[in-house]
C-alpha cells in the first residue's frame, strides 16, 4: 500500500507521465467493458424457462431457494444442463415449472411408470425448504394387502382411487417387480392424501412397498396407464421469501432483459444484466454507482472493470 501510494504521487507530480496513463487506462478500460463475462446467472437451463423465484445457481433467484434449486449437466442427457431438485434423498430432475400455479413437477429416476417399474429408494423434501407436495397421486406397488386393509390405523389408502391400481397393474412390467402379469390389486395402494414422515420421507422401506409411481394428471385416459403423466408435484407459495421488494424489483428487472439474483450475505436483490454487469435496479436504467453498490457475484471480468473505471475516474 505505501509503494502504491508512492507511485500515484509521482506520477500526478510528473504532468507527462499522468496524461499517458490516462490515455493507455481509457483505451484499455473498452475491451475490458467488452470482454467481461457471461453473467452467473442465466433465464434457461436446457428447455425450461427459468424465472424468479427459481434460479439456476448460487446468488441467482430467491436465497430461499438455494440450496435446493440449480442448473446442473446431466450425465445421463449427452451432458446437457438440467434444472434439478436437491434433497437429503437424492437429485431429482425438474421437467416443468407452472409459474402461474407455482408449482413445478420433478421425475425421480427411479420412480416407476407403466413401461419401466424397478425397486425405489425413498423420496423426501427438506423441512427447510419451502416446498411442499404438490397435487399428485403416489401409487404404491408391491406392498403387503395389509397395508390395504383397515385394520392399521388410521388407513393410508384411498379405496375410492384403487381403479388406479387396476389399471397400473396391467402393464407388463409389474413382472420387474416380482409380482406376476395381473397381480392382484390388494398389494397396491393409493396413497392419499399423501404426506412424508418426521424424516420428510416417503418411506416406502417402513411401508413394506417395493416401489412406487406417481402420477402428475390423468389426461383424457383414465384407464391407460401408458398415458398419464408420471412426476411428482411440489408447491410453493409466491411472494413469501424475500425481503428489499424483491416481487417488484424483479419484475422491472426481467422485463429489461435481466435475471434476478441477490448479493449475499446480506441477500439483497441484484439484477443480474447479460453485458456482464449487475445492479441494484434493472438492466435499461442505472447509475454507475448502482452498479458499483450490487453486490455483483466475484468473477474476475467484473472485479477488474470496476477497479480500472474507478482508476479512471479518480484520475481525471
Known amino acids: 500500500m505505501f509503494q502504491l501510494s508512492v507511485s500515484v504521487s509521482l506520477i500526478r507530480e510528473t504532468p507527462a507521465m499522468e496524461q499517458l496513463l490516462r490515455i493507455v487506462l481509457i483505451l484499455g478500460f473498452v475491451p475490458l467493458l467488452t470482454l467481461a463475462p457471461s453473467p452467473a446467472c442465466v433465464d434457461t437451463c436446457g428447455s425450461l424457462s427459468v424465472k424468479y423465484p427459481f434460479g439456476t445457481g448460487v ?104 381403479h388406479l391400481c387396476a389399471s397400473i397393474y396391467t402393464c407388463p412390467s409389474v413382472v420387474s417387480l416380482g409380482l406376476p402379469l395381473f397381480p392382484p390389486t390388494n398389494t397396491c395402494c393409493v396413497y392419499s392424501p399423501a404426506n412424508f414422515n418426521t424424516k420428510g420421507e416417503l418411506d416406502l422401506h417402513a411401508l413394506k412397498c417395493a416401489a412406487y409411481a406417481s402420477v402428475v394428471t390423468l389426461g383424457d385416459y383414465p384407464t391407460d396407464p401408458t ?80 477497479f480500472w473505471l474507478g482508476w479512471v475516474f479518480w484520475l481525471v
Open 59 to 162: 446468488g441467482c433467484g430467491s436465497p430461499k431457494f438455494q440450496p435446493y434449486i440449480c442448473c446442473s449437466q446431466s450425465s445421463s442427457d449427452g451432458g446437457t444442463d438440467q434444472l434439478v431438485l436437491r434433497t437429503h434423498t437424492g437429485v431429482y430432475p425438474i421437467t416443468d415449472i407452472s409459474y402461474k400455479d407455482a408449482t413445478f413437477t420433478v421425475t425421480p429416476p427411479l420412480m416407476s411408470n407403466c413401461t419401466s417399474m424397478q425397486p425405489s429408494p425413498n423420496l423426501g423434501l427438506d423441512w427447510a425448504s419451502p416446498f411442499q407436495l404438490g397435487p399428485s397421486a403416489f401409487i404404491l406397488l408391491a406392498c403387503p394387502p395389509s397395508l390395504t386393509s383397515k385394520a392399521p390405523p388410521p388407513p393410508i389408502c384411498d379405496p375410492s382411487l384403487s
Open 227 to 306: 398415458r398419464w403423466e408420471y412426476g411428482v408435484a411440489f408447491k410453493y407459495t409466491q411472494g413469501k421469501f424475500d425481503n428489499y421488494g424483491m416481487d417488484t424489483s424483479c419484475y422491472s428487472c426481467e422485463s429489461s432483459g435481466g435475471v434476478c439474483g441477490y448479493a449475499p450475505p446480506s441477500n439483497s436483490f441484484v439484477c443480474v444484466c447479460n453485458n456482464g454487469f449487475n445492479t441494484s435496479s434493472n438492466c435499461n436504467d442505472y447509475t454507475m454507482a448502482e452498479i458499483w453498490g450490487s453486490g455483483s457475484l466475484p468473477t474476475a471480468g467484473r472485479l477488474g472493470g470496476g
